[in-house]
């Protein structure tokens, strides 16, 4: 096989996906024990001004049942799937709710919320350029009740069996 001379052709073919951290690898663009260890006490990873804010999200979130830790760094991450790997390895150091913020990029990984829901939360704080902000905008999106939607699959179920009695009923009254 010829070598493509485009750099995103090239990596297309590569045999591996690129990836920003392998198995068993730290990350190097940032402290990984350090930030290990600054989670230890609080659940909170950041530089001093923002350590109280992100310490009352952290403790609102515990007060609506998550279980969450927050890393703000402002190291630069190279690409976007670092903030998630960094949320993924702190997840094997700390069970809840990991998210990561740096200044490009958000990341987050949990034993508990399905990664739908983490997206989601993800979409919305990467919006927030505030790290306090952008962490209490994760932590409302993925704790917010969702549509209970058994009872509306029920009450559908109902009005369509109550639609088909009506339109039978109709159709004998016809006949007559």
Not at 46 to 54: S, T
Not at 80 to 91: C, F, M, N, V
Not at 123 to 134: L, N, R
């Amino acid at each position: 096989m010829s070598t493509p001379d485009d750099a995103v052709t090239f990596l297309a073919y590569e045999a591996e996906p690129l990836m920003s951290l392998h198995v068993g690898e730290e990350p190097s663009w940032i402290d990984f024990q350090e930030v290990v260890a600054d989670l230890a006490d609080d659940g909170v990873s950041a530089p001093e001004p923002f350590v109280e804010g992100l310490r009352t999200v952290v403790a609102d979130a515990a007060g609506r049942g998550l279980d969450l830790k927050v890393v703000y760094t402002e190291a630069p991450a190279a690409v976007y799937t670092d903030a998630r790997d960094l949320a993924t390895l702190l997840g094997q150091e700390y069970p809840g709710t990991i998210f990561v913020r740096t200044p490009l990029f958000v990341g987050s990984s949990s034993d508990s919320i399905p990664r739908h829901l983490l997206e989601a939360g993800q979409d919305d704080a990467i919006q927030e350029f505030d790290p306090v902000a952008s962490a209490a905008v994760f932590s409302h999106k993925v704790t917010v009740p969702g549509p209970p939607w058994g009872a509306l699959t029920a009450v559908t179920l109902v009005l369509a069996i109550v639609a088909v009695i009506a339109f039978l009923v109709a159709l004998r009254r016809r006949r007559r």
